[in-house]
């Protein structure tokens, strides 16, 4: 059966390092989301995220959005699925921040949290500072002192909130050569020095579990869409979906979320969430 891709509500939405840091100006934010799903014929696809800076307030809309087979016999559950969105330190600068459910009526209220200013009179970080050149682990006070791909987050340590450079995720496909961390008790939702693959069948079809000293991780084996014609998964290469997407009838497509799902940089994640070829 093919899979179409549908908008799904937005259950709640919390501070994912809230337990032992608040936000601050120029510091990334990562936020826990949790998506209703409405049967067992559903999983989940993407959480895509907009930021609108205010004059006082600024403003986050979250659409979260799910897989949904057609046609089958879908056992009547409700999962909820646990993901997260990443806001960037150089998106926002205002002290107040207001997310909100885009596919809900009105885009209901889900979080309002306060921003502690930075603590250094020299820490000011905007969408036109360049990269900075602290590396994955190093201390930083703002995300313009990370190197590109890295966000300044908190992580406890034994004096307190420490703020390093880390590179932030939502599956451990995400991280090139580790797992993401999902521990709410550390640092929660980035790279981290762990297996994402224990053993070989917990990495996804199309990827193949590197087994090293240590850690291992799942290597990208996936061909490129074929956007051949199907009726169901089993028609397509392992890592494709039969999808119902921006053609009339059904072809075999890779799911993404962003563009590092997609395996060559030839490609970029497009409507519908999938992976479709660069336009010069």
């Given amino acids: 059966m093919p899979w179409k891709l549908e908008p799904r509500g937005i259950n709640s939405v919390r501070l994912a390092a809230e337990s032992f840091a608040?936000?601050?100006?120029?510091?990334?934010?990562?936020?826990?989301?949790?998506?209703?799903?409405?049967s067992g014929c559903e999983e989940f696809a993407r959480l895509d995220l907009v930021l609108v800076p205010g004059n006082a307030t600024d403003f986050v809309t979250l659409n979260a959005y799910a897989w949904v087979q057609q046609g089958g016999a879908c056992e009547p559950v409700a999962p909820v699925v646990t993901t997260a969105a990443h806001l960037p330190g150089r998106g926002f600068g205002n002290m107040r921040v207001v997310v909100s459910d885009g596919s809900a009526p009105g885009g209901a209220l889900r979080l309002t949290f306060d921003v502690e200013p930075c603590p250094s009179a020299?820490?000011?970080?905007t969408v036109w500072d360049p990269p900075g050149k602290v590396q994955e682990f190093g201390a930083c006070e703002t995300e313009c002192d990370c190197a590109a791909g890295l966000s300044c987050l908190p992580a406890l340590s034994?004096?307190?909130?420490?703020w390093t450079c880390k590179r932030p995720c939502t599956k451990n496909t995400d991280c090139?050569?580790?797992?993401?961390?999902?521990?709410?008790?550390?640092?929660?939702?980035?790279?981290?020095s762990l297996d994402a693959c224990p053993y070989p069948?917990?990495?996804?079809?199309g990827f193949s579990c590197v087994i090293r000293d240590s850690p291992s991780f799942c290597q990208d084996q996936r061909m490129a869409p074929t956007s051949g014609p199907c009726q169901?998964?089993?028609q397509c290469l392992p890592g494709q979906r039969c999808i119902q997407g921006i053609r009339e009838t059904p072809t075999c497509e890779i799911p993404c979320a962003d563009a590092q799902d997609c395996p060559y940089s030839w490609l970029t994640c497009g409507t519908p969430a999938i992976c479709v070829p660069l336009v010069d």
Wanted: aromatic share 4%; with cysteine; charged share 15%.
């Fill in 122 to 125: 020299t820490c000011g970080c």
């Fill in 201 to 205: 069948q917990d990495c996804p079809a």
């Fill in 232 to 234: 169901c998964d089993a």
């Fill in 22 to 38: 608040r936000p601050r100006t120029g510091s990334g934010v990562a936020l826990e989301v949790e998506v209703q799903l409405l």
């Fill in 158 to 162: 034994a004096s307190g909130a420490l």
């Fill in 176 to 192: 090139p050569e580790s797992g993401c961390t999902f521990d709410s008790t550390t640092m929660p939702w980035v790279c981290g």
